[in-house]
């Protein structure tokens, strides 16, 4: 029973890891990934060396692939929590409040451009935001309770140079 729970345990932390290994190739981590890709490969070989060993025991791919799923969950729930990387987010309103919610998001330390867009229904302000993906609940919040009905797209960037990040702590 103990191997069963091993391997369980092995492929939860291997797929988790794969988790945070892509994020950091994504993020161009190579450091990072190296790093996290010397553990994951370890477990992994452990694990599938042992269900591979036993193939009578069907039991042993069982928790092998039930760690797989749940390594996913965990993995997914975790980097979620940590929200690495940056946004882009794009911010169509449809008021004529813009300028209290654009005053409001800069005294909140959102660095913020305003463009003049054309929709369907006529002029619109479109504000694009760079920022750490952490703060992305915070900014809607923000944005939907001067404009409920405002549009907004998200992008994954990595900025190159300049610009404004808010180096503040999330409380």
């Given at each position: 029973?103990?191997?069963?729970?091993?391997?369980?345990?092995?492929?939860?932390?291997?797929?988790?890891?794969?988790t945070?290994?892509?994020l950091?190739?994504?993020?161009?981590?190579?450091?990072?990934?190296?790093?996290?890709?010397?553990?994951?490969?370890?477990?992994?070989?452990?694990?599938?060396?042992?269900?591979?060993?036993s193939?009578?025991?069907?039991?042993?791919?069982?928790?092998?692939?039930?760690?797989?799923?749940?390594g996913?969950?965990?993995?997914?729930?975790?980097?979620?929590?940590?929200?690495?990387?940056?946004?882009?987010?794009?911010?169509?309103?449809?008021?004529?409040?813009?300028?209290?919610?654009?005053?409001?998001?800069?005294?909140?330390?959102?660095?913020?451009?305003?463009?003049?867009?054309?929709?369907?229904?006529?002029?619109?302000?479109?504000?694009?935001?760079?920022?750490?993906?952490?703060?992305?609940?915070?900014?809607?919040?923000?944005?939907?309770e001067?404009?409920?009905?405002?549009?907004?797209?998200?992008?994954?960037?990595?900025?190159?140079?300049?610009?404004?990040?808010?180096?503040?702590?999330?409380?």
């Open positions: 029973m103990l191997w069963y729970l091993l391997i369980f345990l092995m492929r939860v932390c291997d797929v988790s890891l794969t945070f290994r892509t950091m190739v994504v993020q161009g981590r190579r450091v990072q990934a190296a790093f996290i890709g010397f553990f994951e490969v370890i477990l992994y070989i452990v694990a599938l060396g042992k269900v591979v060993s193939l009578d025991d069907p039991i042993n791919l069982l928790f092998y692939a039930l760690g797989f799923a749940t996913n969950y965990v993995g997914i729930t975790i980097e979620n929590k940590i929200a690495l990387g940056n946004l882009g987010a794009q911010i169509i309103l449809k008021t004529d409040k813009n300028q209290d919610l654009i005053n409001s998001l800069r005294a909140k330390k959102f660095g913020i451009t305003v463009m003049e867009g054309y929709g369907k229904d006529g002029p619109r302000e479109v504000l694009y935001v760079a920022l750490n993906r952490k703060d992305l609940v915070k900014l809607k919040n923000i944005v939907y001067y404009d409920p009905k405002a549009f907004i797209t998200v992008s994954n960037i990595s900025p190159v140079s300049g610009g404004f990040f808010s180096t503040t702590k999330r409380k």
